[in-house]
């Protein structure tokens, strides 16, 4: 059993000699071991063997990575090793530590000096040039001057032009070598800097390390020693595969994204959502008192400050609970009410991390105190608890990550998983039919909220997304368009009657569906009703939906959750080749009852414009 250490000490500073109690320092790497994965951080493992007999001795763990959290080192031993402490440092170096960076290094200094050499061989190129244009300026009017005296010398005369051509040749050949090797070399160059900046950003030359200082009381201990990095997250996705006879298997996916600055190789992954916590003490609450002030604001104001706060205050927690830095600062004095200690007594001092969680929670709760029961049900009623579920995947196989600036993917689970497929059709929306399933996550992992990559019949046919999916759930996939059904809508009649102040209008719609297949298919055919805004009341606003021979679905969560909504669904079987005149068709009759000198409007209207101004967004989006 592994125990924790009894005190963790972090300072940013270089460390003198220790007293003479302790044995010379060993400098040593360790390997990873293992690594937990969060979102935005990840906690490193590393295995640290100490070789020698028993004893009071300093341990040097070298070569830290550029991201790590300098507040987050603590190291865990067994009953053979204490430990004591736990210091960070950094200190400057001439060169990068890590073998792979030098490289690179070098690589970049040598096609500099290439780059530089034949930039001065242009330089001696273009000199040559100049001193043959001198010697062309001296040669003519030699010549002019020779001819007139009748003393020409022919032969030296074409030995000189000859040698000028022949040196201009050779200048003109050798200086677009020399560019042609500028390019080349600035091409590898950049190429070069771009991989070490993926490879080394931000460690330059700057050597992190951890002091531990353990009473060791065994001969070839070992400890482990952990910290938290940035730049370290993941993400769910998934492959849903779905075959000609129905069988679905779900791949739930990682998307890793490691730039920590070192790699992670052979080491035990773990995947989770959870916060890392640093601190061992919970929040200190503070007392609220209250004054009074101008008027409130509105409801809707009011309302959404509250949501925010509360949000909020969820994130300052967080921050809290993985940096102790935060909450270990004595000289922060807290606000009204005094301070208090873990006890509840008056303290001198206050943390960082109390002292912005309390502040927080005074707006929250002053605004919980003006908010109206309406507001506070209906917010209470929209939070989706799934989405703060927090869950934990042990990969079963070690595995490597590098490293890099690109992601890399893993796969957390393979399921199996029960599906019963269906058609749906939506004619207010599109004329296409999809072919979706309702799949039960009968495992006992939980899916958390991802994009979802769909194969059926080991055909691509799109992407998706999964929400949160907890075991024993139902949820819905889809796996494309089913080309052999069409729908249609229109709307076949609407009469007007004026009774008494009200106006009385009756709507006939039809739903169409065509099957081109040699075999019936089953669809659920989808439209909707109109449905009076929360508060508006029945005798200003009746909407009545009119019997039509056909009924609406039974199924009970249809039932007890679109229905309500207004949505109209029915299950119907359309007989094969059902084309043309022989199409499946539906017919719905609806009215409206409403004061004549009024119209019928959204309750949740949006600009002209908005869906034209979307599209040309979705547009440029698909461009870029």
Known sequence: MRKPIAAVLTACVLLTSV????????????????????????????????????????????????????????????ENVEIRSVLFRERAVEQDVREEVRKLDSQIRDLADRISLRQREMQTYQEQRNYLAKLEGFVAPTATVEMSKGVLNADTLIKLTEMQLAQRLQLTKQSQTAEIDIRTFG?????????????????????????????????????LFRYIVDSASWSPSYNVRAD??????????????????????????????????????????????????????????????????KSLKKQIYSASRNDNRLNSSPNIQGQSGGNFDINGNPSSGWNKGTVALNQAAEQEQVLELVVKDAQLK?????????????????????????????????????????????????????????????????SKVVL?????????????VGYGEVSTVTAGEHFDVGFGIDTS???????????????????????TYRLMVENFAAAPAKVRLLDRLPTAREGVKEADLK??????????????????????????????????????????????????????????????????????????????????
């Not at 773990?270 to 919970?282: F, K, M, R, W």
């Not at 957390?412 to 004329?431: G, H």
């Not at 958390?448 to 691509?460: D, H, Q, R, S, V």
């Open 378 to 442: 209906k917010m209470s009623g929209t939070s989706s608890r799934k989405e703060e579920v927090t869950v934990t995947y042990d990969l079963t196989n070690r595995m490597s990550l590098p490293s890099r600036a690109d992601q890399q993917l893993i796969q957390v689970r393979a399921m199996a998983m029960p599906a019963e497929f269906y058609r749906v059709a939506t004619p207010l929306l599109s004329q296409y039919v999809y072919q979706q399933a309702t799949l039960t996550n009968d």
């Open 187 to 223: 091409e590898q160059l950049n190429t070069l800097q771009r991989q070490r900046q993926q490879l080394a950003d931000g460690s330059a030359k700057t050597v992190r390390e951890a002091v531990v200082f353990v009473n060791q009381k065994a001969a070839n201990a070992n400890i």
């Open 244 to 309: 000609a006879q129905g069988k679905v298997m779900m791949e739930y996916n990682a998307s890793i994204q490691q730039q920590s600055g070192e790699d992670w190789g052979d080491v035990a992954i773990v995947l989770s959502t959870a916060t890392p916590n640093l601190v061992a003490a919970g929040p200190v609450l503070q007392p609220l008192e209250l004054t009074l002030g101008s008027a409130r604001a509105g409801e809707e104001e009011v309302a959404a400050q509250y949501e925010n706060m």
């Open 543 to 624: 909407i009545t939906l009119e019997p039509n021979g056909t009924e609406l679905s039974k199924d009970a969560e249809y039932l007890r959750s679109q229905r309500k909504k207004g949505i109209l669904r029915w299950d119907v079987e359309i007989p094969a080749q059902a084309i043309a005149e022989k199409a499946y068709t539906l017919d719905y009759k609806f009215k409206l009852e409403f004061d004549k000198q009024k119209m019928v409007q959204s309750a949740n209207p949006s600009e002209p414009g908005a869906p034209a101004k979307m599209l040309q967004e979705m547009q440029m989006d698909l461009k870029h």
């Open 485 to 507: 059904l069409r729908v249609n809508r229109e709307r076949l009649e609407k009469l007007e009657v004026v009774q008494g102040g009200n106006l009385t209008t009756n709507y």
């Open 19 to 78: 007293t003479s109690l302790w044995a010379d320092a060993i400098s040593v790497k360790g390997k990873v071991d293992a690594v937990t994965v969060y979102r935005g951080q990840a906690l490193v493992t590393r295995k640290v063997d100490l070789a020698g007999a028993a004893g009071l001795r300093e341990i040097v763990i070298t070569d830290l990575p550029a991201q790590v959290m300098s507040s987050s080192l603590f190291a865990e031993s067994n």
């Open 448 to 460: 958390l909220a991802g994009p979802a990559t769909c194969y059926y019949a080991g055909n691509f």
